[in-house]
């Protein structure tokens, strides 16, 4: 076979062999480490010797046999390879270099992970190395950044470098293909070349070349100079100390006699030139077509944007070029600067190119903002700044992840949910240039006629129906001195009323503070459902002021944006999906005045006047529409832009056929539908009152930035009157409403008096939603009411509301599953609010999907981990912000169960992940140990001495590859029992490890013979699998007169053929609950105090136990996302017996 032989996805070199050897990142595997290093401080000496990994690292090994076997996250260590492997002799290795960042938003991201691993494949293929689906090592990096984030990358602004790379290890000499290989991933600390310089080194903003010499080659065409191998680097090293030497930073490498330009180092090299005829600026880079240069991806991203903002400026000339040509540019005046992009450095201006015995120093123009290479790397930061920021704003505002559908389909709603942001849909970067006797600025109204000129593009359908538009323009025309953007936020009407531009920039100018210089990654995709949430309009609206617009109208001139006016394209280049509404001032005003009378603010009439507008657009038999019209709170209100942002939502109206008539046979300008106008907008009006009283504080939470661990409550407030204080009242009442009314929206809404429980109430109820009870006591200290003494605040009474909290869920319907949003049951004693982070599989959710056990509706899952968002008032160990894991009945009360964006957990039957467990394996643990700790010690199980200093009788876990097996073998073990156990051969050593004194193959023939003779007292047995067949065999195993076994749930009904002489229990892990169980209203568990103490007592010991060591978790497998795909896939799994040795974790909703 030629060393070129093709290498396929399955990782087979080109065989057809076993589909099974795929590499596959949903197998893996996870050995965690206890032994945690210290990490580096920022800046240390120690980055420089880039020589400090962190805890773990991917590894996975490959034989031509048997294809990929399962990765594995495992303790970062030294590896044991024959000294015959190929990688030591013929080179047959290769690795990609990419670095992971934590940005200011705490958010850790990749930069183009798909391209370094796709370009990770091409190199094994150049080096005849196995070959794998680029996704899955994407996903096994992403994993093991999961697994160290949180201790290497802790600080906003840090990153880390990560190193892929595939060896040959086969034991062979001879030219010939590897038969074994191994992929491993590690992150390795590393400094920062573009700001830092090492110790001793005198710091310097460019970078100084040495021509290669003419005796030296890197890389050649039909050679592999484009892979990132391990011989295109080691040959080239003596070059690079010889240049350092010398007092240059890198080998400008030459090629042939022509010495025609290729790389700087390991970088890839840029030049502009002016074109002799032209004069106009030239970008010089090396080609692909030859393959003798990496295609770099920092290169590829500068190409873009060259071709995309600067084409007019800038010709971009992938070509080749000799350094006799760059050194005949320098001579003659044309050469106007050069800049390398990498990993490294990202880009870097290079200052002198040593060529031969003289030294071209090229221009530094830097400090006057006219060279390119400065303005790509800064427009690159902001254009990768600008669209992380507005991917988090679109996160951030339901708004805007809604769309216009095509009006004139029936039965299709006017506005529809976008899943899929493609960055040219949302994001228009456009360039200004000074045009002649401006002066030295643009002045906002010039500013605003460019964006006029440039936004004429319809709203196209199932799109977004907004879009930004970033200006960027000199702010200073004749020094060039700085870049300035201008951005200008254009959508639909309906959009644009509720998302004021105020909001949209009040939020994306709050994420414009991250700084990475990671591409952000583009489609956006965001799945999960998002209503558009209700809300309050108050008496905020415009018709309360005196403004221009309230007035007078039709003499109001009020800029749309910055300067003058932008107007929108005429109306008939629209053709069906924006209607451009246009009511003649007059008549306008004269609406306007009788809104007013009528108490109709702006945005109701705004409504019924795109609802009327509509009608053309409504066939004769359509039933009825629903419109969607956002509001929020105006800027005139006095509100601070953080307010506004947090006061937008939406209200829904169904128009009928009945209104629909009306309008069509009323004439257009009449008085008739004119009032048809007022009706409707007095009945939004009114649909808005009404959603006042249903959310006294406006629930729209999720409308503002996250704020993680800052649950809102909700309290009933009773304030009682000091005694003889009703004057006071009355006089000062009217000052109270008005005090009361500016802090609606800090949550609190007045009742009045009244009664509550048959208790009179002699002062004021107020309903109050804040984080704490002393938020709320300190806006009412300042009240006109508590300032004049008319309120008793001594003794204040708050009163937990029972309003629920909403979360995404898994549902069962039927035998099958589907996602849709519940509410979680209120707090009680003990309880904490958790956001899922994790949830584990186990196999009674399974069983409960195929019985229905709970009927529709039910939110399965019991295993979680995540971050606690509120707290119970009776809650001392747990706090907002801990990562905790825990377990429910999912499915038993409705809206509980794991497979939740939110659940709940109870303080005493969880605990707080320690540093040296990730959250994913933490799910994993709950269940599984508190079942294998009731199994063992409660008194309706094995009822074993909890005692560790007492003589125990020998145990029997039958089953000890089991999750509950495990657990149990490893609990048998630090109470000094005695443990034998069954699995299959290959579990053996892992059972040993585990805590297993002896071993045994179920499947053996003799097993319960052999189990006999080495324990000939045991009494007590442990069936972890409850199958047809396993309590009977493992019951046979007790040769003493009395014996006890207790089997998992349901295996109880499989135990007919247990031995009489051996008493059958079973366990069921729910009695750790100190509440009464049902379940499907035929069986009925009270409450079991000792089991609960029990389990308290155990959780309250697992922190320590599983940050020492002491308990290992089984390893997990990620099954992704919580879906109702996902899960069900699990369900699957299980069902088939293909789950062994593991658990299945789901990742949270985002």
């Known amino acids: 076979m030629s060393a070129h032989a093709s290498t396929r996805p399955n990782g087979t070199n080109g065989s057809t062999a076993s589909v099974k050897g795929q590499l596959d990142a949903s197998k893996l595997k996870f050995d965690l480490t206890t032994a945690l290093k210290d990490v580096p401080k920022p800046g240390s000496a120690e980055l420089w010797e880039q020589n400090v990994a962190t805890d773990h690292m991917v590894t996975c090994r490959w034989t031509v046999q048997n294809g990929w076997e399962d990765p594995v996250i495992k303790a970062f260590g030294d590896l044991t390879i024959s000294p015959l492997a190929s990688c030591l002799h013929y080179a047959t290795q290769c690795f990609e270099g990419m670095k992971v960042y934590r940005g200011y938003d705490n958010r850790v991201r990749l930069f183009r992970p798909d391209r370094n691993a796709k370009r990770l494949v091409m190199s094994a293929e150049r080096v005849s190395l196995p070959g794998f689906d680029p996704e899955q090592l994407v996903e096994l990096i992403k994993a093991l950044v999961r697994v160290d984030a949180k201790r290497w990358l802790s600080e906003p602004g840090s990153f880390r470098y990560i190193r892929p790379a595939l060896i040959g290890t086969g034991r062979q000499l001879g030219v010939q293909i590897p038969k074994e290989a191994i992929l491993m991933v590690t992150l390795v600390c590393w400094p920062d070349f573009s700001t830092e310089v090492p110790p001793g080194v005198e710091p310097r903003s460019d970078l100084r070349l040495i021509t290669s010499r003419n005796d030296t080659i890197r890389a050649w065409p039909g050679g592999f100079g484009y892979a990132k191998v391990g011989a295109n680097y080691g040959p080239s090293f003596a070059s690079h100390c010889e240049a350092q030497q010398a007092g240059y930073d890198q080998v400008l490498w030459l090629l042939g006699e022509e010495g025609q330009v290729t790389e700087a180092g390991a970088s890839n090299f840029f030049a502009v030139v002016r074109d002799e005829k032209t004069s106009k600026p030239v970008l010089l880079t090396a080609p692909l077509t030859d393959r003798v240069i990496l295609d770099g991806v920092t290169r590829r991203s500068v190409l873009d944007l060259v071709g995309s903002r600067l084409s007019e400026e800038l010709e971009v000339r992938e070509a080749k070029f000799s350094i006799k040509d760059i050194e005949k540019t320098w001579r003659n005046g044309l050469l106007q600067e050069a800049f390398v992009s990498g990993t490294a450095f990202f880009i870097k201006n290079v200052s002198t190119i040593r060529v031969g015995d003289f030294n071209i120093d090229l221009p530094q123009k830097q400090d006057d903002g006219s060279a390119f290479g400065p303005r790509i790397k800064n427009w690159l930061k902001d254009i990768i700044a600008l669209e992380h920021a507005l991917q988090a704003t679109i996160r951030e505002h339901a708004g805007l992840r809604y769309g216009i559908c095509d009006e004139k389909v029936d039965g299709v709603p006017l506005f529809r949910q976008i899943r899929t942001f493609d960055s040219q849909d949302v994001m228009k970067v456009v360039t200004s240039r000074p045009r002649a006797g401006e002066g030295d600025g643009m002045s906002d109204e010039l500013l605003s006629r460019d964006l006029e000129s440039r936004h004429s593009e319809l709203w196209p359908e199932n799109k977004p129906a907004w879009r930004v538009v970033v200006l960027k323009h000199t702010n200073n025309c004749k020094s060039h001195r700085s870049l300035t953007m201008h951005i200008a936020f254009f959508a639909h009407h309906a959009i644009a009323d509720g998302l004021s531009g105020v909001a949209f920039h009040a939020s994306l100018m709050n994420d414009l503070k991250l700084d990475t210089p990671i591409s952000a990654k583009w489609p956006l995709e965001l799945n999960e459902i998002q209503d558009p949430p209700p809300t309050i309009e108050e008496s905020v609206d415009c018709l309360s002021c005196n403004c221009t617009v309230c007035t007078t109208p039709d003499k109001s001139d009020d800029p749309v944006w910055a300067g003058g006016p932008i107007s929108t394209a005429p109306t008939e280049n629209y053709e069906s999906l924006v209607r451009i509404v246009t009511v003649p001032a007059a008549p306008f005003s004269d609406l306007l005045r009788k809104c007013k009378q009528a108490n109709v603010t702006v945005t109701g009439l705004l409504h019924a006047i795109i609802c009327t507008s509509l009608r053309s657009s409504i066939k004769e038999d359509v039933s009825g529409f629903r419109a969607v019209t956002p509001f929020s709170a105006r800027r005139h209100t006095g509100a601070s832009d953080a307010e506004i942002v947090n006061h937008i939502s939406y209200l829904t109206s169904y128009i009928s056929q009945q209104e629909l008539q009306r309008f069509q046979n009323s004439a257009r300008g009449s008085a008739a539908e004119e009032q048809h106008i007022i009706d409707l907008a007095r009945r939004f009006s009114n649909e808005v009152a009404t959603k006042v009283k249903e959310f006294p504080h406006g629930s729209h939470d999720r409308m503002a930035p996250e704020t993680k661990s800052e649950l809102v409550r909700e309290w009933i407030v009773l304030i009682p009157d000091v005694e003889g204080s009703l004057e006071t009242r009355m006089r000062v009442r009217e000052t109270h409403i008005e005090e009361m009314l500016k802090h609606i929206d800090s949550g609190l809404f007045q009742m009045g008096g009244g009664t509550l429980d048959g208790d009179s109430v002699d002062g004021s109820a107020i309903i109050a939603r804040a984080k704490s009870e002393a938020h709320v006591l300190a806006v009412l200290k300042n009240d006109v009411y508590a300032r004049s003494g008319v309120w008793d605040l001594e003794n204040i009474k708050f009163i937990p509301s029972t309003s629920t909290m909403e979360s995404i869920a898994i549902l069962q319907k039927g035998k099958g599953l589907t996602q849709a949003n519940v509410n979680l049951p209120p707090l009680k004693e003990h309880q904490v609010y958790v956001k899922v982070e994790h949830a584990a599989f186990n196999p009674t959710d399974r069983l409960a999907l195929d019985v229905n056990a709970f009927g529709d509706d039910a939110v399965l899952g019991c295993d979680f981990a995540g971050e606690v968002v509120d707290v119970h008032s009776t809650v001392t160990k747990l706090k907002p912000g801990d990562s905790i894991a825990g377990f429910v009945w999912g499915g038993e009360i409705k809206g509980l169960g794991a497979y939740s964006m939110y659940t709940i957990a109870d303080e005493r039957l969880s605990f707080k992940i320690p540093e040296n467990i990730n959250p994913a394996e933490a799910s994993s643990v709950p269940l599984a140990a508190n079942t294998a700790w009731l199994a063992l010690f409660s008194d309706d ?77 045991l009494q007590h047995v442990f069936d972890t699998v409850g199958n047809e067949t396993s309590s009977a065999t493992a019951a046979r195993s007790v040769s003493q007169p009395e014996g006890v076994l207790c089997t998992v749930r349901p295996g109880k009904a499989n135990t007919q053929d247990v031995p009489s002489h051996v008493k059958v229990t079973d366990v069921f892990v729910f009695t750790a609950f100190p509440t009464e169980h049902s379940y499907r209203g035929k069986a009925h568990w009270p409450v079991k105090m000792n089991d609960h103490k029990l389990s308290a007592d155990f959780h309250s010991q697992l922190e320590t136990l599983l940050g020492n060591g002491s308990l290992k978790p089984s390893p997990v497998r990620l099954m992704g996302q919580l879906s109702p795909s996902s899960v069900e896939r699990a369900m699957d799994l299980n069902r088939q017996g293909s789950i062994s040795g593991e658990k299945l974790v789901f990742e949270g909703f985002p």
């Open 941 to 1017: 199980c094995l009822a074993l001495n909890a005692n560790k200093a007492a003589s125990k009788t020998p145990l029997l876990i039958w089953g000890g590859n089991t999750t509950v097996g495990y657990f149990a073998i490893q609990i048998a073990k630090l109470y000094n029992i005695e443990v034998a156990t069954t699995c299959s051969p290959k579990n053996f050593d892992k059972m040993r490890q585990a805590g297993a004194t002896y071993v045994f193959d179920y499947n053996d023939e003799d097993v319960v013979s052999k189990i006999r003779s080495a324990l000939p007292n």
